[in-house]
Nanobody
Framework: QVQLVESGGGLVQAGGSLRLSCAAAGRTFYAMGWFRQAPGKEREFVAVINWSGGNTHYADFVKGRFTITRDNAKNTVYLQMNSLKPEDTAVYYC???????????????WGQGTQVTVAS
């Protein structure tokens, strides 16, 4: 059974940092990434990384602030979030699929989400 389990969300002050983790179980994925959904808004793409880590793609609103990495030995993807803003408040979802592309389509596999709240 395939599972993606996120961790690392929480409450942080504006300008602070958080690191999200997503551990995959059941199989490995060529592409792993993150989406987010703020209250009353549609889910939106945040970042994606390919198997080797040599290719990454970010949404414009996180470029220079967020960094996606992965550890294939742990089957885990990370999202380091710096200089957080109140508008980054959302539920962050880990996603994974067998292919990498930019833009990344709708991934097949999803985690349950982790809440990130940035206080002003």
């Amino acid at each position: 059974q395939v599972q993606l389990v996120e961790s690392g969300g929480g409450l942080v002050q504006a300008g602070g940092s958080l690191r999200l983790s997503c551990a995959a179980a059941g199989r490995t994925f060529y592409a792993m990434g993150w989406f987010r959904q703020a209250p009353g808004k549609e889910r939106e793409f945040v970042a994606v990384i390919n198997w080797s880590g040599g290719n990454t793609h970010y949404a414009d609103f996180v470029k220079g602030r967020f960094t996606i990495t992965r550890d294939n030995a742990k089957n885990t993807v990370y999202l380091q979030m710096n200089s957080l803003k109140p508008e980054d408040t959302a539920v962050y979802y880990c996603a994974a699929d067998t292919s990498y592309s930019t833009p990344w389509g709708i991934p097949k596999y999803w985690g349950q989400g982790t809440q990130v709240t940035v206080a002003s």
